[in-house]
T-cell receptor, first 112, second 117 residues
Framework: SQQGEEDPQALSIQEGENATMNCSYK?????LQWYRQNSGRGLVHLILIRSNEREKHSGRLRVTLDTSKKSSSLLITASRAADTASYFCATGWDNQGGKLIFGQGTELSVKP | DADVTQTPRNRITKTGKRIMLECSQTKGHDRMYWYRQDPGLGLRLIYY???????NKGEISDGYSVSRQAQAKFSLSLESAIPNQTALYFC????????????????FGAGSRLTVL
């Protein structure tokens, strides 16, 4: 079964606006990652946040993690048309042999 | 050249045929994975291997088999393809330096699109 669930499934915004995507998970985790996928291409790692971190930044990306709510959010500030892609969270947890399990993804469309 | 190379990139086949998808990597990573992507279902793990002698089933291994021929090569086989195996398949790799669960950062190939008629 899927560990992470992204919300919303699809998001459409104008260039310059901020985009926020959320990920909820079921089991306590050690780490959570976010990946990006351009249409039909391989996924690319964006950022990793550890369970003892609450917030992490990378360029225009800001990731938060709330372990009490078992949720994470990815914020893309000042979005660009080139940010159009699908975004996935991925988690791993103890007793799962090092597997990384992906959510269903949020499809982001940024209109020029 | 890409760090993780998948062949073929596209394949159309018929029900009952045997299909092999190949993956090779130049990252020097110990760990290799096969995922399947279907619209609306995200990525689901089929098999993974932490070294040449270690093969593990993922979430959806039925109907698939794998072979880790070398550290750099990991192939996925469909012994008798069926239409619901039509999907986009991804190979990924990671190193073993990070032992904490969920800390493995994956490098993905470009994908192999398989259509079973």
């Amino acid at each position: 079964s899927q560990q992470g669930e992204e919300d919303p499934q699809a998001l459409s915004i104008q260039e310059g606006e901020n985009a926020t995507m959320n990920c909820s998970y079921k089991t306590s985790i050690n780490n959570l990652q976010w990946y990006r996928q351009n249409s039909g291409r391989g996924l690319v790692h964006l950022i990793l946040i550890r369970s003892n971190e609450r917030e992490k930044h990378s360029g225009r990306l800001r990731v938060t993690l709330d372990t009490s709510k078992k949720s994470s959010s990815l914020l893309i500030t000042a979005s660009r048309a080139a940010d159009t892609a699908s975004y996935f969270c991925a988690t791993g947890w103890d007793n799962q042999g090092g597997k990384l399990i992906f959510g269903q993804g949020t499809e982001l469309s940024v209109k020029p | 050249d890409a760090d993780v190379t998948q062949t073929p990139r596209n394949r159309i086949t018929k029900t009952g045929k045997r299909i092999m998808l190949e993956c090779s990597q130049t990252k020097g990573h110990d760990r290799m994975y096969w995922y399947r992507q279907d619209p609306g279902l995200g990525l689901r793990l089929i098999y993974y291997s932490f070294d040449v002698k270690d093969i593990n089933k993922g979430e959806i291994s039925d109907g698939y088999s794998v072979s880790r021929q070398a550290q750099a090569k990991f192939s996925l086989s469909l012994e008798s393809a069926i239409p619901n195996q039509t999907a986009l398949y991804f190979c990924a790799t990671s190193d073993s330096a990070r032992s904490a669960a969920g800390a493995n950062v994956l490098t993905f190939g470009a994908g192999s699109r398989l259509t079973v008629l």
